[in-house]
């Protein structure tokens, strides 16, 4: 295929020859889902070990921003707390003293957090949706979870501008949130920010989020993937919402959506087992706990292995038509490793 036919959905005649026959244009959106589902499910079941090993780096990098942004939140909370509390009072200075020791390094750490998702975490996550394309493609190994540290640079140039796209609606209700509990201007913006405002605001924001999403994924998997060409961050940027025009991009929503589905069953038991021991006593309120967080960890390692997989299937199976690897995965690989085609 020449650089030129990127754009167009039709492969090329050596892109059509590898095709599996059960597997459907990615312009048919129920068939596109189906068919990622498919796909993701023989490579979760070829590849489990490496996909855990995977999701528990993950869950590792992730542990100390995740922290640092509850501590945050308990802080603002706090300070919230006391903001209701005064009333349409004006804070006196010990009261705004105290309000600033706990926003303060609240927002600090959330900036540190910040800081370290993007230059670790994210190309981190590169690695892994890597990992998860190669474990469709039949070839992934654990060693892929440092594409996105070998292709640095371009990796943070495309999470900066997906980020900056897909996430900049989100903060910026999220800091007219946190403006909103900060002493005087709570009483500037109550009259604007009302509960009903918020609901109808949150839903914009999610909406047009997971629309960005689907369009931009493929960029930071794109940057990072050893067997394409190279690419710069902003070109991968380009590629992924080109890749996606038409059709492609509800297909795009529909596995958002499974993958948040599956997400949600895997999480559900140790939900209701965290609810159950809020309302436990004694010995058996810390064995409903254990048991709570075991479920959780159960959960968020079936849904996290099973995403890197249903994601890595929708990339391949655009990604295929649009730009097919040269020389293809060996049949056998792809036979034997849980690939979706030769």
Not at 145 to 163: I, K, N, S
Request: net charge neutral.
């Amino acid at each position: 295929m020449t650089r030129g036919s990127l754009r167009g959905m039709t492969p090329s005649p050596a892109a059509e020859s590898t095709h599996d026959p059960r597997a459907p244009q990615s312009g048919d959106g129920g068939s596109f889902v189906g068919s990622a589902v498919w796909a993701a499910l023989a490579a979760w079941r070829a590849r489990i070990g490496v996909l855990t090993a995977a999701m528990v780096l993950l869950a590792v990098a992730n542990a100390p921003t995740q922290w640092t942004q509850w501590a945050a939140s308990a802080r603002m909370e706090e300070a919230s707390s006391r903001g209701e509390a005064r009333g349409d009072r004006s804070p006196d200075p010990e009261e705004a003293v105290r309000d600033l020791e706990a926003i303060g390094p609240a927002c600090c750490g959330v900036c540190g957090a910040a800081i370290f998702g993007f230059f670790v975490v994210m190309p981190l996550t590169a690695g892994a949706t890597v990992l998860g394309a190669r474990a469709v493609r039949g070839n992934a190994r654990f060693g892929d979870l440092a594409c996105g540290f070998r292709r640095y640079v371009p990796t943070l140039g495309a999470a900066l501008v997906t980020l900056t796209v897909g996430g900049g609606a989100a903060m910026a209700v999220s800091l007219m949130n946190s403006i909103a509990l900060i002493g005087s201007a709570s009483h500037m913006l109550s009259g604007i920010l009302t509960p009903g405002a918020m609901l109808v605001l949150g839903i914009v924001v999610v909406a047009v989020t997971l629309w960005l999403t689907a369009r931009l994924w493929f960029a930071i998997v794109r940057v990072a993937d050893p067997e394409r060409p190279r690419v710069s961050g902003m070109a991968s940027v380009t590629l992924s919402w080109q890749w996606t025009e038409g059709p492609v991009q509800w297909s795009m929503l529909g596995v958002l959506f499974v993958a948040v589905g599956v997400a949600l069953v895997a999480m559900l038991p140790g939900m209701m087992a965290w609810t159950s021991a809020a309302s436990a006593t004694g010995a058996a309120r810390t064995a409903v706990f254990a048991i709570a967080v075991a479920l959780m960890a159960i959960g968020i390692w079936l849904a996290g292995t099973f995403a890197l997989v249903l994601f890595g299937a929708a990339y391949e199976r655009v990604a295929r038509l649009r730009e097919p690897i040269a020389p293809p995965v060996h049949e056998e690989i792809a036979t034997h490793s849980g690939g979706i085609d030769a």
